[in-house]
């Protein structure tokens, strides 16, 4: 009896608190409702993310960057258009009212995903989803600058060794040393029994990894000359522990990995300047040497080349599309064919005439011939006769073909870089290499001239990269790898 009347004294206290405080609530929310303007009567107070200023941000670049106007800006943070900005001011977002904590920018990688992102950030993948305004997944494609959101109080993350073959996401988490259940929460899994082993998998860690891959063995993807444009050169570099066999396949591009030595294969591979501007799937499949294969798909933006369009071209019908012309095509086709393993290059290339910027037509611009509406390309780069009339070897190669009187290109040159990557010269008056001779870069290997389907003298110079025309100025501005 003792105990029960303790019991229903313990029992009735809160409830009496409990109504007091009901009534004292209701009081205080009262006299708010009361002193609120009615637009805000009912609803919670609403939240905004913040972008933390760095150096050179400007009110109206901000604005712009979060699709906010200036005025909505200034107003939700209190400013006036003559407000100075200091690096580290935090500034509220009017435009995401209702998402919380610090926005950041960052460019996707590859094996990025929205459900990558949203466990490495933690942040509601339908938070990402509104303030990048995403409507399908191919706008998540490599290099693609996007919003992200971090809770303020949320660890850093890394990504968890990826999961084997048969293997479950909880032996993963115990393996990693760290409480499953935390893991199974962060990774936003319902079951840790359940996991995919092409899946990214996150834990918290000191400091934060952008790396989003989860192919056993592999540890690096590197897609490089990003944003992409039409006639452009491409480099797939990837690092792996074990042996593993690669494959990519891009706008139906498909690079040839080549064995470059401490675990490291390269891939080069070069866009039509013809092909269409858009979001293209980038294909990857690795096999290990069990014989297990991972694949995954990611997207990659093509650009414009933003290239000219000549005037259309009036010339002897009798000389375009001749059986010498197809039959000069594809010998020299065949002749840049071949991918050798050995990168004979390194770092930038020299301009291969006397005058690098003695440019008479640029790669890439549109021609027509005779109003016929097929469209072709300039598939090089002409250097006319400014300065002098030396042709050098703007890398390290090996000379893949000589060849002299051709109908379109006269005498021509053809240059072995390794990998892939081989030069052309035509229009020569003069050859000075012979086939098989290994050049150095700056070598003189002929002279300027005006020789085959030419209207002055000039050096046609050609980059082809598994036998696709590429941008030759890409090469004399940038250095591969
Ligand atoms: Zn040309």
Redesign the pocket.
């Known amino acids: 009896m003792v105990n029960l009347s303790i019991d229903m004294t313990d029992y009735t206290k809160p409830k009496t608190l409990s109504r007091l405080c009901l009534l004292a609530t209701l009081l205080v929310a009262t006299l708010l409702f009361a002193a609120l303007p009615t637009g805000f009567v009912g609803a919670q107070a609403t939240t905004y993310p913040e972008y933390v200023v760095v150096p050179g941000d400007t009110l109206s670049w901000i604005a712009l960057r979060f699709d906010s106007t200036l005025d909505d800006l200034l107003a939700i943070n209190g400013l006036t258009d003559t407000s100075m900005l200091r690096p580290g001011d935090r500034l509220k977002i009017p435009s995401l009212a209702g998402l919380q904590g610090i926005l950041t920018t960052e460019y996707v990688a590859l094996g990025s995903s929205l459900t990558s992102l949203s466990r490495r950030s933690q942040a509601e993948p339908a938070d990402l989803i509104r303030a990048n305004k995403l409507t399908s997944p191919s706008e998540l494609f490599i290099g693609r600058e996007i919003i992200m959101t971090h809770l303020e109080d949320t660890p850093m993350m890394t990504t968890m060794a990826s999961l084997k073959t048969g293997q479950s996401f909880m032996e993963a988490s115990i393996l990693s040393g760290q409480n499953t259940w935390t893991l199974t929460e962060l990774n936003r899994l319902k079951n840790p029994l359940r996991g995919l082993p092409m899946d990214t998998y996150y834990e918290p860690s000191d400091v934060e990894s952008p790396n989003n891959l989860a192919i056993p063995g592999v540890k690096e993807i590197l897609v490089d000359n990003l944003p992409l444009l039409q006639g452009d050169t491409f480099l797939i570099e990837v690092s792996s522990d074990e042996p593993v066999i690669v494959a990519a396949d891009l706008a139906g591009i498909q690079p040839v990995f080549v064995d470059m030595g401490g675990g490291v294969q390269m891939g080069y591979g070069g866009i039509n300047a013809l092909t269409d501007v858009g979001v293209y799937p980038l294909t990857m499949e690795f096999t290990n040497s069990e014989g297990a294969t991972y694949r995954f798909d990611q997207y990659v933006m093509i650009s414009s080349g933003n290239f000219a369009t000549d005037q259309p071209l009036q010339v002897d019908p009798a000389s375009v599309g001749t059986d010498d012309e197809k039959a000069e095509n594809a010998k020299f086709k065949e002749v840049v064919a071949p991918v050798t393993p050995l990168q004979q290059w390194s770092g930038l290339w020299y301009s291969p005439a006397q005058d690098a910027d003695c440019i008479i037509?640029s790669f890439g611009s549109r021609r027509t011939y005779n109003n016929d509406p097929s469209l072709y390309y300039?598939?090089?780069?002409?250097l006319g006769y400014c300065q002098g009339v030396d042709v050098y070897a703007p890398a390290g190669g090996t000379v893949a073909g000589v060849f002299p009187d051709q109908v379109v290109r006269g005498n021509a040159i053809v240059i072995d870089h390794g990998l892939g990557v081989y030069t052309t010269y035509?229009h020569l008056s003069q050859i000075l290499v012979a086939v098989g001779d290994v050049v150095r870069p700056g070598q003189l290997i002929g002279i300027i001239g005006t020789t085959g389907r030419s209207t002055g003298p000039?050096l046609?110079f050609?980059v082809n990269v598994h036998g696709t025309p590429v941008n030759p100025l890409t090469w004399l501005r940038r250095a591969f790898p």
């Open positions: 037509s300039h598939t090089g780069l002409d035509m000039h046609h050609e």
